[in-house]
């Protein structure tokens, strides 16, 4: 619990201008999160808006015991636009509670979202109670109601109630046109009349009872002639529309009526293909990184082929295998086209394909692996933590095997908990104590561990026989 706790402090302190005594709120009303959790059979967060008043960070989570969770994974730590939880963000603004908002996780799960600000002793909102409860099987058979004739008759007579208060449709940010059976129009609010205006090449001052194939372009036949609810994704001036038309049958008067329903989704598709396009944009960067570091690589072979001082050629390989190490990180980031890789991969990719220098020329050296399936890591801690074992490596390759026939390097590479242990272990000799241990390979482990990893760095003695090597560092920066 003082872990959750301490997490607290460190992302408020970190993304928010809030006051220690506002954190402290925060984190005493976290400590009724679960038993809200169990109690509500839901998932409950405690979200705090960031210096970004358009971005708000999940500080706190409790996950239900008596019922299955809605994330497969933790959200602590995640950022929210106010774009997609707009109640979220309407509760922040107001001051006041969202109750029985309709919501869609990144996950496909229709939510009922309930959230209710956080307040200090000045009335300030400093953060927001959020509980989500599971309705995905509601809306399924909502939708599946939806199609039944006494259900959209219903929904007639709703709709009818709601016209006589012409405030309500026009408060929405979505186009809303009742149709006539023959496509006519009865009714538009005002996001509607701007979106024919748009469309229409003349300027209709009654738009009553003119057809809505006439004055936009985008709407076919089709979209009110079925029997249904039907949605589909149309373009039109540069702009992108969700469109759904819901049939209303009024099954006394055996008429219906159609409700076109037009959502402006531009904006989300312009984001969706900026990120395609970055995404491309750093593979190529990547790629081109990789092919620059073998392009080196090749000229120090070359080098190295014309003949150099017999004393440097060891400084050559270790070199060579420096930047081979960056480039086959580099090589899986332009192949994954994402900024985290599986840094087993690097290792196997590493203990498999680099020469390294035979330092005792008789020893056959074997590297073995104890590692777990996957551990991903962001790009420049893999970079650092590919060159740290390939120094390791280097180092026992040096020292460890003076005199043998044979040696075993063990590369163990597994999570614990919220830390990450790399220990690079040998066989060998021991550790020489007349063998100084501020060589470059080792300043480079220690810098990289301490400045890149945030970690810490160690030489052990395996019982009098064997080395280790041991580098812990944290899974993740808060």
Same mark, same amino acid.
């Given at each position: 619990? &003082? ?171 979505? &186009? ?303």
């Amino acid at each position: 619990m &003082a872990e959750i706790h301490q997490e607290i402090f460190r992302l408020c302190r970190r993304f928010t201008s809030l006051s220690d005594n506002d954190i402290e709120l925060i984190v005493e009303k976290s400590k009724s999160l679960q038993m809200i959790a169990d109690l509500a059979q839901g998932n409950v967060f405690i979200d705090c808006v960031t210096d970004d008043p358009e971005t708000a960070i999940v500080v706190a989570e409790a996950v239900p015991t008596t019922v299955p969770s809605l994330y497969r994974f933790r959200v602590v730590g995640k950022k929210i636009l106010s774009t997609y939880e707009p109640g979220v963000f309407k509760a922040y603004r107001t001051g006041k509670p969202a109750m029985m908002n309709r919501a869609l996780t990144h996950e496909g799960r229709h939510v009922c979202q309930n959230v209710t600000p956080i307040k200090n002793s000045k009335g300030s909102t400093i953060g927001l109670l959020i509980l989500e409860t599971d309705v995905t099987r509601q809306v399924e058979q909502e939708q599946e109601l939806a199609l039944l004739s006494e259900t959209t008759a219903e929904f007639g007579r709703t709709w009818d109630i709601v016209l006589k208060d012409q405030m309500i449709p026009d408060y929405l940010e979505e &186009a809303l046109i009742l149709l006539g059976e023959d496509g006519t129009i009865q009714y538009a609010n005002n996001f509607a009349i701007g979106l024919i205006k748009e469309h229409s090449p003349v300027q209709l001052k009654n738009l009553t009872n003119q057809n809505i194939l006439t004055v936009l372009p985008f709407i076919d036949q089709s979209d009110f002639s079925h029997r249904g609810i039907v949605q589909r994704e149309v373009r039109s001036i540069d702009k992108v529309f969700i469109l759904r038309s819901i049939c209303l049958l009024n099954k006394k008067a055996d008429s219906k009526r159609m409700l076109l329903y037009i959502r402006d989704i531009t904006d989300l598709r312009d984001k969706e293909r900026q990120l395609m396009v970055n995404q491309v944009v750093i593979k190529e960067i990547h790629h081109r990184v990789k092919n620059n570091l073998q392009t080196v690589a090749s000229l120090l072979r070359m080098q190295m082929r014309r003949g150099v001082p017999e004393e440097t050629k060891v400084l050559y390989q270790e070199s060579l295998n420096r930047i081979a190490s960056i480039a086959t990180v580099h090589d899986v980031l332009s192949n994954s086209g994402i900024e985290k890789v599986n840094m087993v991969e690097i290792i196997r990719k590493i203990t498999t394909g680099q020469v390294f220098y035979p330092y005792q020329p008789n020893c056959a050296v074997t590297i073995q692996l104890c590692t777990e399936e996957a551990i991903e890591l962001d790009s420049s801690k893999a970079v650092s933590l590919a060159l740290i074992i390939t120094e390791l490596i280097q180092n026992c390759m040096k020292h460890a095997f003076i005199g043998r026939a044979s040696g075993t390097v063990t590369i163990h590479f597994k999570r614990n908990g919220q830390i990450i242990e790399l220990g690079v272990m040998d066989d060998g000799n021991g550790i020489d104590p007349n063998i100084e241990l501020n060589h470059l390979g080792i300043e480079i482990v220690k810098n990289l561990t301490s400045y890149d990893l945030n970690g810490t760095f160690e030489f052990l003695q395996e019982g009098g026989q064997g080395t280790k090597a041991w580098v812990t560092f944290p899974d993740r920066e808060d």
